[in-house]
């Protein structure tokens, strides 16, 4: 059985040069989230940008003061922007001690994983923050999941999930967390951003 996270790891190792031009500037909803978070949390606290890709919202939190470590599973991802401190790993088991964040931020990542594998991610997400940690989510918007190849072809399929606020709200619970808000917004996808905190 062909493995998602697999073949969408390998199709990011070959667009990865063409990923990071496309995306070198994140859309104004990101940089809003990115000032927000600034608001809670102190200079210097510890967070992980999980699925950081190029590193470039790894990047913009360092700007803002923030001792920030950027992980994704595709290595040519990782250098693509020449964005220095940054750890190839899965999301599924992080490098990363108990208790070590004060934040995870993880933007257009956790829609490729598999959804039975959804939970596997979040409760990992929770070993990793400290109680009171602040975790911010951003998937597409949806019901289903499947291999999309609409922006770079067919030879660069990657699997996506789409996801639902009550769902995901539900499984955050499961995994100890607290939502503390939700929004939308609309790009070339539908986009579910939330808000939640370890408790």
């Known amino acids: 059985m062909t493995d998602p996270i697999a073949v969408t790891r390998a199709a990011y190792d070959r667009i990865a040069e063409e990923y990071a031009r496309q995306w070198s500037t994140p859309p104004a909803w990101m940089n809003a989230e990115l000032e927000r978070l600034t608001g809670l949390l102190p200079a210097g606290a510890r967070i992980a940008d999980i699925g950081c890709g190029p590193g470039w919202h790894t990047q913009a939190l360092r700007e803002r003061g923030f001792a920030v470590t950027g992980f994704d599973l595709s290595h040519p991802m990782l250098t693509a922007a020449g964005v220095p401190?940054?750890?190839?790993?899965?999301?599924?088991?992080?490098?990363?001690?108990?208790?070590?964040?004060?934040?995870?931020w993880c933007v257009a990542a956790l829609l490729h994983v598999p959804r039975p594998e959804v939970p596997v991610v979040l409760r990992e997400f929770g070993r990793a923050l400290r109680p009171g940690g602040e975790l911010l989510l951003a998937v597409a918007e949806g019901?289903?999941?499947?291999?999309?190849?609409?922006?770079?072809?067919?030879?660069?399929?990657?699997?996506?999930?789409?996801?639902?606020?009550e769902a995901l709200a539900g499984l955050l619970d499961e995994a100890g967390f607290e939502v503390v808000d939700h929004a939308r917004e609309s790009t070339h996808r539908d986009w579910l951003r939330v808000h939640a905190r370890r408790r």
């Open 85 to 104: 401190g940054l750890v190839r790993a899965d999301m599924r088991a992080l490098p990363v001690a108990a208790g070590a964040l004060d934040a995870v």
């Open 143 to 165: 019901d289903g999941e499947g291999w999309d190849e609409r922006a770079y072809g067919p030879s660069h399929r990657r699997w996506y999930v789409l996801h639902r606020y």
